[in-house]
């Protein structure tokens, strides 16, 4: 009898043991040899980081033997590829040594000292004047420290399907200079076959930041207000702009001139848009991104070879066609290293690596982004890439960005909701924006909000 | 659990002289330690992570910005934060009536129906019945949602089947969201109460049944005064076991109508993933964790004190 308690104590002890030891495993290097750990998002038809640092991974291999670059693909949505990033970063055995980082989320995690400042590095890199200073400007933290380096960045505008509009009796060379025109527009098309959805802009929770960005603030960056005061560094509550673009948002959903709000509010609107109702002719005008072609591409999530002879584009007008005449908001992506990198001089060797000027063009053709490097922006490759590249190029010269604040992720859910409680009638325009005050002024506080 | 376990034999020997005190002392020690490693993991896995939520909800930890690097402790303010959220009591509702609809009333009570009923029904009816009863439940719960996502869908197979008989019904997920995560719960959680209930209503002495019948109770009598009060201990610990597992469905609802439309559909494990990994407010995120610890402490107090399922 004591004999077998004996045992079963010797056996229970020896397993907690064993899991102890392997917890405490791993890590560790072998000898001298560096391992450069690089977390990037692959998810759905976004397989174009993958096969770049895939191929990084093996020419860098080797050209230096010593170094090992462990590829750590994270797939899951935009969202959710934040969060899981974010919690790679919060502990040292799991963080990054380099990551793809998109521009509005460097603000916050300079703040929560997950990214390592890079300006020593770049004053050494002789490539670095390459790129141009827009795209810069989306790498720094709050202290003016660059912390990315830009791989692209990407504008909107509006795509049309000229064969819905020639239909409605509109030119394949439509150029809309107000809210009104494209609004006259999109009744046309509706008068001339209601069939067709005339008019999409994202709208509401379920399709995220394109509501807020795509959609929301390309209506209102083209009022005379602004999301966000730069310069005092507070959030602009009861504006005109606000409304306005609510009310366009309203008018359009109200008119039948959008998707139904059922159609509007599935989360998969996004691959319907571009892989369904524009190649099937089902939907006129759509407010979207210079990204679009990536799926029509051969190899593309729904290739589309004749769409270069359909699709039109054009730029969104401003409100009442005020200066500068259009408006587009931009994002992108970015390089950046880990605040604990153990090697910090091979992972900017290795980031220089990925970004020179070869693998730039590359990702900047394959992944349909507006070049960020000056000799890749002149290379024939890259405008001949598609036809739609230097339209959206241009629209660099009259493009946004979103204030990348650690609030914004809570006030874009704030637009997001203002949105869907119009489009679905919910809500007068008025009550959403004062919905939408109380909501920012819960967020960020009284005396981070101007009245606008 | 460890006191329950030891001590028959010790007090069966309550009467040993005096000198056998302190070996006896030692050998209850022993007989303890098999169990250190199983309360030790259980600490560690289960306790540790609760106590853990417990002490984030009092701080403003963050998942990315200021907060990440630093956290502070910020004493009530995340509970006082949530009580003035408007979202918050609507939350609390959608949750309360997820619970009470999908688990107290809708599993437990087609759960027993179907557990009488097939008690009666031919061998072969009572298979096929409770197989595809079963399989509901035996699917992942990720597979359950985007098969029940697919069913309710606009043009889904419930709208073709209404169709086929001419009726053109609603757009489920978006105009009845609640009605339809409610019914998938049900769908998905009727097999585990149907099982529980048919071993029980199995373990009830056909002598008192038989009895009853000759006294003249009627079925519905038979069931009310003679199955229930004797599988008393079974509802007790189904509704307990139900109503909890339904308190944190996430997958389910997420998959299905993401919360939405609006947050018509937000019960509170979707508020608590969007405060904590949308917004990366981490600590407000277990607030509402906690609170949900609260409201499943509150359904299995009442349940014990009303079934005193320890007392005959």
Known sequence: MRQVRLTAAAAAALL???????????????????????????????????????????????????????????????????????????SPSTAPDLMYEDTFMIKSDVEAGYLLPLDEHLAGWDEWDQFVEGAKAAGLGDDGKTYGVPMGTDTRGLWFNTEVLAKAGLPADWAPTSWDDVLEAARAIKAADPEVIPLNVYSGKPMGEASTMQGFEMLLYGTDDRLYDEDSGKWVVGSQGFRDALGFIETIYSEGLAPTPQQALDPNLGSVVS?????????????????????????????????????????????????????SMSGGWTLAIGAGTQDPDVAFDVLTHALDKENALRFAVENSQIAVREDVAAEPEYLEANPTTKFFSDLVEVTHFRPATSDYAQVSNAIQVAMEAVMTGQQSVEEAAAAYDAAVVDIVGEQNTVEG | ????????????????????????????????????????????????????????????????????????????????????????????WLTVLFVLASAVVGQNVLGLTLAMLLRSGAPAVRTVVSTLVVVAWVLPEIVASFALYAFFHDAGTLNALLGAVGIEGPTWLYETPMLAVILANVWRGTAFSMLVYSAAVAEVPPELTEAARMDGATARQRLVWVILPTIRRSVSTNLMLTTLQTLSVFTLIYVMTGGGPGTDSSTLPILAYQEAFKFAQVGYGTAIATVMLLIGAVFSVVYIRSLRPEVD
């Not at chain 2, 020997?13 to 199983?38: D, I, K, M, N, Q």
């Open chain 1, 275 to 327: 892989g369904e109702w524009l190649p099937q002719g089902r939907l006129g005008i759509a407010l979207d991104g210079s990204w679009m072609p990536g799926s029509w591409l051969e190899g593309g999530e729904a290739p589309w070879p004749e769409w270069s002879e359909v699709m039109g584009t054009a730029a969104m007008p401003t409100q009442d066609g005020g200066e500068p005449g259009a408006v």
């Open chain 1, 16 to 90: 907690v043991l064993t899991a102890g030891a392997c917890s405490s495993g791993g890590a560790g290097g072998d000898g001298g040899a560096t391992t450069i750990k690089i977390a990037y998002q692959k998810f759905g038809n976004f397989t174009q980081a993958d096969e770049l640092f895939r191929d990084v991974k093996a020419e860098y291999e080797d050209a230096n033997p010593d170094v090992t670059i462990e590829l750590v693909p994270i797939e899951a949505s935009q969202n959710d590829y934040f969060t899981k990033l974010a919690l790679m970063n919060r």
């Open chain 2, 1 to 92: 659990m460890a006191t329950t376990l030891a001590p028959a034999p010790a007090g069966a020997r309550g009467s040993a002289p005096e000198p056998g005190h302190r070996p006896r002392a030692r050998r209850t020690a022993v007989r303890y330690l098999p169990l250190v490693p199983a309360v030790v993991l259980l600490g560690v896995f289960m306790l540790g992570p609760v106590v853990w939520s417990f002490y984030g909800s009092f701080t403003n930890a963050a998942l990315t910005g200021r907060n990440a690097l630093a956290p502070s402790f910020v004493g009530l303010q995340n509970y006082q934060e949530l009580l003035a959220d408007p979202e918050f009591p609507k939350s609390l």
